[in-house]
């Protein structure tokens, strides 16, 4: 196993599972501690059912709890119900009304308190290890460590639908390509933004082809193939919450297996902006520091902050073309990608900070911040979450797809409502030959609005008619790649979460197949706790 960069912060460890011969049963069984997760075993608690949330993990609610502090979210007219009530919850935390930028620790608290007033039971380091089917229903779910349960319907929340593989559902992943959906944003992606705008040269020793490519670059001209198919899925990196308050900030160190050759291509790319000014890199006056350094709201007012840190520009905090693996791999293999994760930018952070081939406007910037000491304290100050910002998706009989973001095609059923752009981030980094001379160039970015606010279809959350018939999933919706884009905002699972309880009290109550559920029932129910369906 892998040592941890950071005292206690790991995706999974053998110590974390211990033998467990017992059995619990529950009427909804919510796989997945994510905010979908959590919203969908509250929801159905005060919906009167019995329910089990069972988290592969230590840490509850996923990126909203895990640094995703700057919520993505699109048109707030159409976020409603509980994730509404969930805003205006933590706005009250800081004596104001609706916050959608907070602090971790206080999204946490206010989840904590959901979980406790609802008194929904959770049993945490619970990793899914095999499902046993009685016909097209699931009918128990074994843990890692014997821990077996039962349940009448069984929520997948997880952001990498391990659940419903193992139940043998059809899914997907990676990008399909625009011919498949009749699409125009899928597949291949070469773009401007997020994008090397001036020629970097991507060989060991520049100029040198024999000398090797610098780590992460494909040899390969992946412009040439526009649109295609590919199984890759987009960069993953952790949703940072960074502070330069000096009594709480803790300054940048380099992590154990820092590679300085991860960062050459930082070094050519922020050396040739010396002399230039570059959108994608504009720098404002209170941050002194690449987009997106969001500043949390309730932290401003004595003048010191606290952050959301995302990935921007060509060569940030993505860690691009290193997640392509974790949708599939077990839990051993995704905690080794989840260490070199975390090693690669801790060390892009150091490395920007200290290294004095870096442009010294952008090292002083870096040293300004550093980790906040009040959060995510036991983790060594880092995040929990790592942001899988895609992996599988289901393949039901409604799929998601550039025609419903751009309002072109409207489905019948709709149980919440998305309205996030089209945003995929970078997949891959390959070489281009330009006037003889090769330069580096990301692929995969995609940023497009949507033409306004559209429906989610129920059926784009259970699988096809004629699969299991017990099983529904909130985050790992039926989209392709390009729609799913726009779907997988935070705001969005924690509708869906609500919907999910909705659909298994009304399956439970007529005793049909979660495919079978009647949608005008549903729909009643949902407008009556409060959401917007259009």
Known sequence: MMAEIFPGLHYFTDAQISARRETLQAQVVVYGG????????????????????????KHLGGLTTGGLGWTDHGNKSVISGMARRFYQDVGRAYGLGEVWSFEPHVAAEVMQRMLAEADVPVQ???????????????????????LQVHGDVF???????????????????????????GETLNGIQVRDLHQFSHPVDP???????GSGLLPGIMDEDLSLRQGQSDSRVQAYCFRMCMTDDPALRVDWARPAGFNPDD??????W???????????????????????????????????????????????????????????????????????????????????????????????AYRRWGLARD??????????????????????DYVLTEHDCRLTRRCPDPVAMGSYAMDSHNCSRFIKM??????????????????????????????RSGECENLVVPVCVSASHIAYGSVRMEPVFMALGEVVAHAAHCALGTRCAMQAVDYSLLRSRLVAAGMVLG
């Open 263 to 268: 960062y050459v291509l930082a070094t050519r």
């Open 124 to 146: 945490t380091g619970a990793y899914v290890e095999s499902v046993t089917m009685d016909g097209r229903r699931i009918a128990m779910i074994t843990m890692l460590g014997g």
């Open 155 to 181: 929520v997948d929340a997880s952001y990498e639908g391990d659940l419903l593989a193992l139940a043998g559902v059809s899914h997907t992943v990676g990008r399909e390509g625009n011919a498949a959906y």
């Open 203 to 209: 060989y060991v020793r520049p100029g040198d082809a």
């Open 375 to 396: 959060e995510f304290t036991a983790t060594g100050h880092w995040p929990h979450q790592l942001y899988v910002r895609e992996a599988r998706r289901l393949i039901g």
């Open 270 to 364: 922020f050396q040739g902006q010396k002399d230039t000014y570059n959108e994608q890199l504009r720098e404002s006056g209170a941050n002194g520091v690449p987009e997106k350094f969001d500043i949390l709201a309730p932290r401003t007012a004595g003048g010191f902050h606290k952050t959301d840190t995302n990935n921007h520009g060509p060569v940030s905090s993505d860690f691009i073309g290193q997640s392509w693996d974790w949708p599939r791999s077990n839990y051993a293999r995704r905690e080794r990608i989840f260490q070199n994760h975390v090693r690669y930018q801790a060390g892009f952070y150091w490395h920007m900070a200290n290294n004095p081939e870096i442009p010294e406007r952008y090292r002083v």
């Open 34 to 57: 994510t905010a979908a997760g959590v919203f969908a075993a509250v929801a159905a608690r005060r919906l009167g059912l019995s329910t089990l949330l069972l988290h592969p993990g």
């Open 434 to 463: 330009d006037a003889g001379q090769a330069r580096v160039l990301n692929e995969g970015d995609v940023q497009v609005y949507c033409a306004g606010p559209y429906g989610i279809s129920y059926r784009s959350m259970v699988p």
